[in-house]
């Protein structure tokens, strides 16, 4: 038995190479992809996966659709297999991304036997295992080999994983720049780890919140909802995800001084996701904000915000939040007395 969460720990910290790694790759495959994508005939693009790997794939979603004009959505790998027919009308049209850190999850390799049958147009995946079952069904395989965990909570393997999605989103846009600005995403990582120094040890031993609550909006809700289960599998806390103006219908009802309000801002709805932090703030919540710049938050600023100082575009920096979120889940699980490497009731696939 070694440490409690030395494994998490390790897999955290260690993001910055885990993501060069993976543009690494993307580099050498992206003749290909350019390749496999001049060759569909398509009306649309399904990504899917389950747990972690579903919430990437509403990120992907999004960002996808906004940068390169096709319409995407995420589902959950199941409701393909339960409801495949009416959740693609046209699969002769539809190309299919399958993403799964283990590339084994039954889930998600049922969805890719089903699209198939029912005459999908093509699958391509995004996996941490290149020689996995869903790879090898995949006609084209984005891999984040150095992103393998011991961990059973995904946290390197997610953020490597969706840097894939966004590199796949900046080259099928034709956007080089978006995609060399990509690259400066390693560094910044390390140039926000090394600003953060306590705060999350700080806020994550505070055994006085009792539940989490994580705000984000267009492509940062994926990225709230991966915190939410972040925070569930590591620290076993009450966490919930929404869409910032969402809260106010009804979730607000549960604030109290034991709640804790994360705010994932972006840049296009900063005014008014700042308004609902302050009420919540006023309703007794704590307040973490999470801010590409900390010196926009006017009139009202939180009492305690995380600068990005990436420079890097609104879009292209939603997965910074995450590591430090992270690391928030980590010292609340030790907190507790809990193993962060071994979340409650958990394996790291599920194979039904
Ligand atoms: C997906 C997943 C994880 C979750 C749990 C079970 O696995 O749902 O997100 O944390 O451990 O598996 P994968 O298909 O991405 O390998």
Not at 120 to 130: F, K, L, M, N, R
Not at 192 to 199: A, E, K, Q
Not at 217 to 236: D, Q, R
Not at 248 to 271: F, I, N, Q, W
């Amino acid at each position: 038995m070694g440490t409690k969460g030395q494994h998490t720990l390790a897999e955290i910290t260690t993001q910055p190479e885990a993501w060069a790694d993976a543009l690494q790759a993307f580099e050498a495959r992206q003749d290909e992809l350019k390749k496999s994508w001049a060759c569909l005939r398509l009306q649309r693009v399904l990504f899917a996966g389950c747990g972690s790997t579903h919430y990437l794939s509403q990120t992907a979603a999004f960002l996808f659709q906004s940068l390169t004009g096709v319409p995407a959505r995420a589902c959950p790998s199941s409701e393909i297999v339960l409801f495949g027919s009416q959740i693609m009308p046209d699969p002769g049209r539809t190309l299919l991304v399958a993403i799964s850190r283990s590339g084994t999850t039954t889930e998600t390799l049922n969805a890719v036997e089903r699209f198939c049958r029912l005459g999908g147009q093509a699958v391509w995946t995004i996996t941490c295992y290149p020689n996995s079952p869903l790879a090898q069904a995949a006609d084209l395989v984005l891999p984040a080999q150095a992103a393998q965990e011991q961990s059973v909570a995904q946290t390197r393997s997610f953020t490597s994983m969706l840097l894939l999605a966004q590199a796949l989103t900046a080259a099928l846009a034709g956007d080089a720049a978006m995609l060399e600005r990509l690259r400066r995403l390693p560094g910044a990582l390390n140039d926000l780890s090394g600003r953060l120094g306590d705060l999350p040890r700080q806020l994550g031993t505070n055994l006085d919140i009792e539940r989490i609550y994580f705000l984000g909006g267009g492509p940062l809700y994926g990225v709230a909802n991966e915190a939410m289960l972040k925070t569930k599998e590591m620290s076993l806390t009450h966490a919930e995800a929404y869409h910032p103006l969402e809260f106010r219908h009804g979730p607000m009802s549960m604030v109290s001084e034991h709640t804790l309000v994360v705010g994932l801002l972006s840049d296009s709805g900063l005014a008014e996701e700042l308004r609902v932090l302050a009420e919540m703030q006023q309703l007794g919540a704590c307040i973490l904000a999470l801010a590409e710049d900390g010196s926009v938050l006017t009139p009202w600023r939180p009492e305690t915000v995380v600068e990005l100082r990436s420079g890097l575009e609104e879009w292209e920096r939603g997965l910074l939040y995450l590591p430090v979120l992270q690391r928030l889940a980590y010292h609340r699980a030790l907190a507790k007395g809990l193993d962060p490497d071994r979340p409650n009731n958990l394996t790291a696939v599920v194979t039904l």
